[in-house]
């Protein structure tokens, strides 16, 4: 756990996520998309709750991230900033919703922050989508960058394969690291790259840089919550440490209820009024 306990800290803002980075504390962050899970995670010390557009996947059942909605973002949105003490709750801005038109991802912003009170906004690409995570910035916003593999990207590279094993992937990469520090990110996460550039880039920006299939040289790690507890057992890429086995678990839960209502076991006397 942080050090950072809810003992000593009220809120984790943009400022203690800095600090961590220049102390060298590894910073905690975790998927969560409704009230529940998401009162649980925070309670258990997490840095970071990212509301993630992962969600049209884990929990829609979509193929992939693009077909949810900036509605439905702000409601799995609201659903964890109420369950919320401590953590710093990031949202993804959805497809759609930012790219290519500054005032469009304005809007978009502007939405997430009113309606569900999170704190910060998460974008995928570098300098494709500078103006808009410049307007975003002007209006007080905090961003979060998102580099490397950016599943609403996914049809454009048609694969879900390692990014930046070539030089010149690799050097764009490290490129649109340094303009999202300049146009004042917060805060970047790198996904499935080589761990030698995640190291590089964590070490050539100031910002914190919060990896998933990274490696452990960057300031940071992020999961997918049904991924580490092993609600989803169908997606085992190679970074994924399963740290439970909530399939089994709950399927032997759900199996004892159904024998025991079959049974006429449940409820028994002391369970009845």
């Known amino acids: 756990m942080s050090v950072h306990s809810s003992a000593n800290v009220k809120r984790i803002t943009t400022h203690i996520l800095q600090e961590m980075k220049d102390r060298g504390e590894k910073i905690s962050m975790l998927t969560a998309y409704d009230y529940s899970m998401a009162k649980i995670v925070d309670a258990a010390g997490i840095d970071?709750?990212?509301?993630?557009?992962?969600?049209?996947?884990v929990m829609a059942g979509h193929e992939?991230?693009?077909?949810?909605?900036?509605?439905?973002?702000?409601?799995?949105?609201?659903?964890?900033?109420?369950?919320?003490?401590?953590?710093?709750?990031?949202?993804?801005?959805?497809f759609g919703s930012y790219q290519g038109n500054s005032s469009e991802a304005l809007r978009s912003t502007i939405r997430i922050m009113k309606e569900?009170?999170?704190?910060?906004?998460?974008?995928?690409?570098?300098?494709?989508?500078?103006?808009?995570?410049?307007?975003i910035l002007s209006a007080g916003v905090p961003v979060m960058g998102h580099l490397g593999l950016t599943p609403q990207?996914?049809?454009?590279f048609g694969t879900y394969t390692v990014r930046a094993k070539e030089e010149s992937e690799a050097l764009?990469?490290?490129e649109d690291a340094k303009l999202l520090e300049e146009l004042g990110c917060f805060a970047i996460?790198?996904?499935?790259?080589?761990?030698?550039?995640?190291?590089?880039?964590a070490e050539t920006v100031a910002i914190p840089v919060i990896g998933i299939?990274?490696?452990?040289?960057?300031?940071?790690?992020?999961?997918?919550?049904?991924?580490?507890?092993?609600?989803?057992?169908?997606?085992k890429p190679r970074f994924l440490?399963?740290?439970?086995?909530?399939?089994?678990?709950?399927?032997?839960?759900?199996?004892?209820?159904?024998?025991?209502?079959?049974?006429?076991?449940?409820?028994?006397?002391?369970?009845?009024?």
């Open 48 to 57: 970071i709750i990212l509301v993630g557009d992962s969600a049209s996947n």
């Open 64 to 94: 992939t991230t693009l077909p949810i909605t900036l509605d439905q973002m702000i409601y799995h949105a609201s659903s964890v900033v109420r369950a919320v003490s401590r953590s710093f709750v990031v949202v993804d801005i959805p």
């Open 116 to 135: 569900s009170g999170a704190h910060a906004v998460k974008v995928e690409g570098g300098s494709e989508i500078k103006e808009s995570v410049a307007r």
């Open 153 to 156: 990207s996914i049809y454009k």
């Open 172 to 174: 764009k990469l490290l």
């Open 189 to 201: 996460v790198v996904e499935k790259i080589p761990a030698d550039l995640a190291k590089q880039v």
């Open 213 to 235: 299939g990274a490696g452990g040289g960057v300031d940071g790690q992020v999961l997918v919550m049904h991924d580490m507890l092993g609600i989803t057992q169908e997606f």
């Open 241 to 273: 440490r399963q740290y439970a086995d909530l399939e089994g678990i709950m399927m032997e839960a759900f199996g004892q209820y159904i024998k025991d209502v079959k049974n006429k076991d449940f409820p028994n006397e002391k369970e009845s009024y």
